[in-house]
């Protein structure tokens, strides 16, 4: 059998990438599954977040430790207990009787999303460095794959609902949720088949294999001088344990690099990703669609992302992390604020048509319409006082259901083009740059000597960023509004931009070794 250290790099990096298909799967069918489980669970905002950001609050938790395994077991065997946790987190979830053991389930899948971070460690260190940019954002793509499936999924379960005995409005989140089951499967069986990282090798002087792994993916007359090229970065950056990898890590010769990052992992989690990532339905009702059309958008969010994100992974070597970062940036603030200019004329009118039209919806759903018929000749000026009159209407069970009925006949003012450009604009940028960029970056600006627990610290200041947008994204949709929540966003996305502009560098086309020299003081 020919080698092809190409061909090889490509299929270890696609493999690594893997779990972010899966946790594409996860975070798309959390989004369809919400308006469920809330309905079941009789859930208020503030539990809908935590049922949503509770896998964050695992990623922090993993993040913690997830350096020591890497560390100690390696990339490829920690990737591997990740591919058993995703399994495991997915039977819970699908199975649980009650709000806790939801949670429960859906912290222990947070604890796997770790798999982003140790994936980018992983092919970071096995790619080359004209191609370790290309490489790094396949898991981006990924991410977006497994989104545009678990979608198209979702959106069928929900067209087909009154046609298939066995689902209803009770169970149909188990069947989105138990969907990734095969996925993480096949991923489990793929990761027995990748080598162990050839620098994670060298760092345990465990040359020969490393030299073994280096033959499989580098051109045979490299071997040498890339072993010796890790040695030497090794000699002038000693391994350190995990304690004073944290001291070097802090300490000011490390300042700048830890401000790129720090800065890159705020602004890519608070410009509201997670928001329309993992609320999708819910922001697609504030327009004032079906449910059924709040899915079908969802796959076009998925089409989007992952165009953009196919257009990243061609030009990052091409363009550059800088330029794109920048010019993702300037896309993100012109989204949102279309988003926010859409939304803010909205009113909400109970005459006589949209009345007769929610009342027919709601008795097809068997819930009292005695309430919506007394809101005839109502109006309502923004969605904040409309969704405080609901909450008084319906209880915990019934709101879920009915407030995207209600919404979806009584909205006008709206300018539904120009929010939904925003929202797709807004989908296509992150896609196109500051989502995959950021693990480029991450992967790229860190020494040897700290990378493993630099790139989990890294990820933890993300982590934090994200789930503060979607753990409190209900309350703020039921106490804010909408239009004030995207314009939130888009001030975030200019404030990142300009700090952008002044930090961060240009590191296409240079090896780890090379940035290094370049960013960290001496």
Not at 194 to 215: C, D, H, N, T
Not at 294 to 314: D, H, K, N, Y
Request: hydrophobic share 50%; proline share 3%.
């Amino acid at each position: 059998m020919v080698n092809n250290p190409n061909s090889n790099v490509t299929r270890f990096s696609l493999i690594a990438a893997f779990g972010g298909f899966v946790f594409g799967l996860d975070a798309a069918n959390i989004s369809g599954a919400i308006r469920y489980v809330s309905s079941l669970f009789e859930l208020d905002s503030i539990q809908q977040g935590t049922v949503v950001g509770c896998a964050l609050l695992g990623v922090i938790v993993a993040l913690f430790f997830t350096g020591s395994l890497c560390e100690k077991f390696g990339r490829a065997k920690t990737l591997l207990a990740i591919g058993f946790t995703y399994s495991l987190s997915s039977l819970i979830s699908a199975t649980a009787v009650n709000y806790e053991m939801l949670v429960i389930g859906r912290f222990i899948g947070g604890v796997a999303f770790a798999s982003i971070t140790v994936s980018a460690m992983y092919i970071g260190e096995i790619a080359p460095p004209e191609k370790r940019g290309k490489f790094v954002s396949v898991n981006q793509f990924m991410i977006g794959l497994g989104l545009l499936l678990a979608f198209v999924i979702n959106y069928f379960l929900i067209k087909y609902i009154d046609e298939i005995s066995w689902i209803n409005n009770d169970n149909i989140w188990r069947y989105m949720l138990g969907a990734e089951l095969v996925a993480n499967a096949l991923w489990i069986a793929l990761l027995l088949k990748i080598p162990e990282s050839p620098r994670w090798l060298v760092m345990q002087g465990r040359e020969e294999e490393a030299a073994k792994v280096f033959a499989r993916i580098a051109p045979k007359e490299q071997i040498t001088g890339l072993i010796d090229s890790v040695k030497q970065s090794l000699h002038n950056e000693p391994k350190l344990p995990i304690k004073k990898q944290l001291k070097e890590l802090f300490s000011g010769r490390m300042r700048f690099v830890l401000l790129i990052a720090v800065c890159y992992a705020i602004v890519q989690g608070a410009t509201g990703m997670n928001a329309v990532l993992f609320f999708a339905p819910m922001v697609f009702e504030q327009v004032g669609m079906s449910v059924e059309d709040t899915f079908m958008q969802t796959i076009t969010t998925g089409v989007v992302g992952l165009i953009a994100t196919f257009i990243a992974i061609a030009f990052v070597e091409k363009l550059g992390r800088r330029f794109l970062t920048l010019a993702g940036l300037v896309l993100v603030v012109v989204a949102h604020g279309s988003t926010w200019f859409g939304f803010s004329q909205a009113k909400y009118v109970f005459d006589e048509k949209a009345v007769a039209s929610i009342v027919v919806e709601l008795k097809a759903e068997n819930i009292p319409t005695e309430s919506v018929e007394r809101l005839l000749g109502r109006t309502f000026d923004n969605d904040v006082t409309l969704k405080t009159k609901l909450s008084e209407m319906y209880n915990k069970k019934e709101l879920p259901i009915v407030s995207g009925v209600i919404i979806h006949n009584s909205v006008v003012g709206i300018n539904a083009p120009l929010v939904l450009f925003g929202i797709f604009a807004f989908l296509a940028a992150f896609n196109l740059s500051i989502g995959p960029i950021m693990w480029v970056i991450f992967s790229e600006v860190f020494p040897n000597s700290v990378r493993s627990v630099a790139l989990p610290f890294a990820a933890l200041v993300q982590t934090i960023s994200s789930w503060s947008i979607q753990q409190f994204f209900p309350w703020q949709l039921d106490n804010m509004g909408v239009a004030s929540i995207f314009f939130i966003y888009a001030t975030l996305g200019l404030v990142g931009l300009i700090v952008m502009w002044f930090i961060l560098p240009e590191t296409k086309g240079k090896s780890i070794e090379d940035i290094e020299r370049q960013l960290v003081r001496s």
